[in-house]
């Protein structure tokens, strides 16, 4: 069954000082300024610049001036997440935001040493997820779909708002009076997963509201999204 916002940070319990992935988007917004309202002076941001696209300056300004607003310190990593030839353009991005978080983190000119790194999925993105995976014929292992929790390179990650629908998130955000910005790629039904979300999930939940359950996962499975 999914949560509330309120809950799931409640119930939201890391090794401090904490840094959360910050985008720009509503979940990360939302994830940065409930952790900072929890533990004032703990709480740091990371944004990744991905160069993918035009709007990836949009996004950074809106980090920056966001930050300087809650007094969040903001580390800015630039890569380039291009795909290699015939690669998935979502797996590479993925992979070159984690490198970008770790080095992040393990920045010694960082003041208070991150313990844990906090991503904003929801129960929305673990549905999609899950259906992502299997489509790509995962079989058992995509079943795993995101953990809440694991340990990788001395740092502890975790996805607090996995049971929290995307909706309920959003409403949480406005009614704290706080903005945020839109990823034009998320209305680009070119990729796989804005596809998915745009025809698939629609249909499950009025066939079965499943876009409304959130997905138990055990916090040993490999798979981090």
Not at 163 to 168: I, K, L, Q, T
Not at 203 to 225: H, K, P, R, Y
Request: charged residues 20%; hydrophobic residues 45%; proline residues 5%.
């Amino acid at each position: 069954m999914t949560q509330s916002f309120d809950a799931a940070m409640r119930a939201f319990a890391p090794p401090l000082p904490l840094a959360v992935g910050l985008s720009g988007g509503a979940d990360s917004s939302a994830l940065l300024l409930a952790c900072v309202r929890r533990w004032p002076g703990q709480v740091q941001a990371i944004h990744v610049h991905h160069g993918l696209q035009a709007a990836a300056d949009d996004f950074e300004r809106h980090c920056i001036a966001l930050c300087a607003r809650l007094g969040v310190p903001l580390h800015l990593q630039r890569i380039d997440a291009r795909p290699a030839r015939g690669a998935s353009p979502e797996d590479a991005a993925r992979r070159a935001r984690y490198q970008a978080f770790e080095a992040a983190a393990k920045d010694s000119r960082v003041h208070l040493a991150i313990q844990s790194i906090a991503l904003a999925q929801h129960a929305d993105d673990q549905v999609e997820t899950l259906l992502l995976a299997l489509s790509r014929g995962a079989g058992v292992a995509g079943l795993a779909s995101m953990p809440a929790h694991w340990q990788r390179g001395g740092l502890h990650w975790w996805r607090p708002l996995l049971r929290v629908a995307g909706a309920d998130l959003r409403a949480w955000l406005r009614a704290q009076g706080e903005g945020w910005i839109e990823d034009p790629s998320n209305a680009d039904e070119r990729f796989t997963r804005t596809r998915i979300r745009a025809r698939v999930l629609p249909a499950l939940e009025e066939t079965n509201d499943i876009g409304f359950q959130a997905i138990e996962v055990d916090e040993g499975a490999s798979f981090e999204g």
